[in-house]
Nanobody, 118 residues
Framework: QVQLQESGPGLVKPSQTLSLTCTVS??????????WTWIRQPPGKGLEWMGAIVYSGSTGYSPSLKSRTTISRDTNKNQFTLQLSSVTPEDTAVYYC??????????WGKGTLVTVSS
């Protein structure tokens, strides 16, 4: 059973960089065929795909967030991370990490609320 767990600060000040880590257990992030993604949901809004890193280490980002987003990984720790720079209160959201296959997002973390406020 694959499990994902998000971790990181729950409060970030405007203009700072939001950093979150997703720790994966029960499966390797380097297994062929899988991608590992970050998705967020602002209060009262829908899900927003932010970007992903695939098993090979290649990354892809949402065009609207690309200039501020970096996704990286630590294969030794089986973790992947999200960094979102120059945050504003509009970046307040529940942030999820998830595994993606060719067919679906099949495993999700529980999500972590990040509030951007001074």
């Amino acid at each position: 059973q694959v499990q994902l767990q998000e971790s990181g600060p729950g409060l970030v000040k405007p203009s700072q960089t939001l950093s979150l880590t997703c720790t994966v257990s029960g499966g390797s992030i380097t297994t062929n065929g899988y991608g590992w993604t970050w998705i967020r949901q602002p209060p009262g809004k829908g899900l927003e795909w932010m970007g992903a890193i695939v098993y090979s280490g290649s990354t892809g980002y949402s065009p609207s967030l690309k200039s501020r987003t970096t996704i990286s990984r630590d294969t030794n720790k089986n973790q992947f991370t999200l960094q979102l720079s120059s945050v504003t209160p509009e970046d307040t959201a529940v942030y999820y990490c998830a595994r993606v296959t060719s067919a679906s997002y099949d495993y999700w973390g529980k999500g972590t609320l990040v509030t951007v406020s001074s």
